[in-house]
């Protein structure tokens, strides 16, 4: 087992996925899926010489941005799950495990307050089945008839007009990543839990996914909360 901090966090992962052969399985687990350009080479590069990849990410009202980051893979290898709050960091090859706080993000490469253990299958056998166990469980979080089910209720729900605000709730806004009421204030337009996560990164271009103001399905971020029409009426 080693402990990795810092910088080399980014590289020992990217060295996991370029280092998988044809014919194996990469497992890919994080809270947030939008890889920066470096590591989706890496994917597809992977995908290209036949390297089977899943990844679990978090669903709820995150899964719709996460459904389009997959999707821009396109490949028959590249199939994915989505857990409703999922937290945690697990990156498996055939080879190699390794248990960290980093997210696959964008600004991944910026950020070196990251740390990971790594466990090598050939000198941790145990430790190594143990981080597929844990794998194993966040991917059997959330069955696929439950993913048809979570598609058919937000398809069948009703959505919000874009630009519009109920009578009477001019107070009231949405957190622009979980959709949960909260005061209205384009200064402040996450909810606690949601803060706490993006503090981890306070990244204020990262994209979230609904209007603060009239909580419509909406590509936002902390720094542009507002859609664009709610924008025009400011």
Same mark, same amino acid.
């Given at each position: 087992?080693?402990?990795?901090?810092?910088?080399?966090?980014?590289?020992?992962?990217?060295?996991?996925?370029?280092?998988?052969?044809?014919?194996?399985?990469?497992?890919?687990?994080?809270?947030?899926?939008?890889? @920066?350009?470096?590591?989706?080479? +890496?994917?597809?590069? #992977?995908?290209?010489?036949? *390297?089977?990849?899943?990844?679990?990410? !978090? &669903?709820?009202?995150?899964?719709?941005?996460?459904?389009?980051?997959?999707?821009?893979?396109?490949?028959?290898?590249?199939?994915?799950?989505?857990?409703?709050?999922?937290?945690?960091?697990?990156?498996?090859?055939?080879?190699?495990?390794?248990?960290?706080?980093?997210?696959?993000?964008?600004?991944?490469?910026?950020?070196?307050?990251?740390?990971?253990?790594?466990?090598?299958?050939?000198?941790?056998?145990?430790?190594?089945?143990?981080?597929?166990?844990?794998?194993?469980?966040?991917?059997?979080?959330?069955?696929?008839?439950?993913?048809?089910? @979570?598609?058919?209720?937000?398809? +069948?729900?009703?959505? #919000?007009?874009?630009?519009? *605000?109920?009578?009477?709730?001019?107070? !009231? &806004?949405?957190?622009?990543?979980?959709?949960?009421?909260?005061?209205?204030?384009?200064?402040?337009?996450?909810?606690?839990?949601?803060?706490?996560?993006?503090?981890?990164?306070?990244?204020?271009?990262?994209?979230?996914?609904?209007?603060?103001?009239?909580?419509?399905?909406?590509?936002?971020?902390?720094?542009?909360?507002?859609?664009?029409?709610?924008?025009?009426?400011?």
């Amino acid at each position: 087992m080693r402990v990795i901090y810092g910088p080399p966090v980014l590289h020992e992962i990217a060295m996991l996925i370029d280092n998988a052969t044809r014919g194996t399985r990469l497992r890919l687990l994080t809270g947030y899926f939008k890889p @920066d350009a470096v590591l989706n080479s +890496s994917i597809v590069a #992977a995908l290209e010489r036949g *390297v089977e990849v899943t990844v679990v990410t !978090r &669903g709820g009202r995150s899964r719709r941005r996460h459904r389009e980051a997959i999707g821009a893979f396109v490949h028959p290898g590249m199939t994915a799950r989505y857990v409703p709050w999922l937290h945690g960091k697990l990156y498996i090859s055939e080879t190699q495990a390794i248990a960290s706080s980093m997210n696959l993000t964008e600004n991944t490469n910026s950020n070196s307050g990251d740390m990971a253990v790594s466990v090598r299958r050939d000198e941790d056998p145990d430790g190594y089945q143990q981080l597929r166990d844990a794998f194993a469980y966040f991917e059997r979080r959330q069955p696929e008839d439950e993913l048809e089910k @979570d598609v058919a209720t937000v398809a +069948s729900a009703p959505t #919000a007009k874009v630009g519009s *605000v109920a009578k009477g709730d001019s107070d !009231r &806004g949405t957190c622009i990543r979980c959709e949960k009421g909260i005061p209205l204030d384009a200064k402040k337009p996450l909810c606690r839990p949601c803060y706490e996560e993006w503090a981890e990164y306070e990244n204020g271009a990262y994209e979230e996914s609904y209007c603060h103001r009239c909580g419509a399905e909406a590509d936002t971020c902390l720094d542009k909360p507002l859609c664009k029409p709610c924008w025009a009426v400011t």
